[in-house]
């Protein structure tokens, strides 16, 4: 059975776990080494199911990925703005859960109140930078040379999506 539900306090360390999978591959995150739970309670609370929540795909009863909203830039005039961040098990991906999450995303963003959706992806992260394209997301911004990932500079893509 698979099923897209809010996440609560509980599913904390699957999500730090889905996250810490992505950071060896330096694809899809700027933390260069693993976050603990504890390090992530404070963000965890800053999401709140009817402004900026978070997400987790089920499958079988496993957190097989996650997506949330956060504040964009802090500032009142940017309230209708979001930044997406999804990631999917490594052992689950190229399955489609990251498309589901996304139109999930997508689809409850008129519910939230948000006008504008946001994406900071890697620009060497193509699975990424094609899934948004496919939803509709362009380029809206290109920051060259902002991560430096065991001693490459990368380069960084803000894409875009007004609904």
Not at 33 to 47: N, Y
Not at 130 to 159: C, M, N, P, S, T
């Amino acid at each position: 059975m698979t099923k897209i539900r809010i996440a609560s306090k509980e599913d904390l360390p699957y999500i730090v776990e889905i996250y810490n999978a992505s950071i060896s591959s330096r694809i899809a995150t700027g933390d260069l080494d693993p976050i603990s739970v504890e390090s992530r309670l404070k963000w965890f609370a800053e999401h709140s199911s009817d402004r900026y929540p978070i997400w987790v795909m089920e499958m079988n009863n496993q957190i097989t990925g996650w997506l949330s909203f956060q504040h964009f830039y802090g500032r009142p005039a940017y309230e209708k703005t979001v930044e997406i961040s999804l990631y999917v098990s490594p052992y689950h991906q190229r399955q489609g859960i990251g498309k589901t999450l996304l139109q999930n995303g997508i689809n409850q963003s008129k519910n939230l109140g948000i006008k504008t959706l946001l994406g900071f992806i890697f620009a060497h992260n193509i699975p990424s930078l094609d899934l948004f394209k496919k939803h509709q997301f362009e380029k809206w911004g290109y920051l060259q040379k902002v991560a430096y990932l065991d001693g490459i500079e990368r380069d960084l893509v803000i894409v875009g999506r007004t609904l």
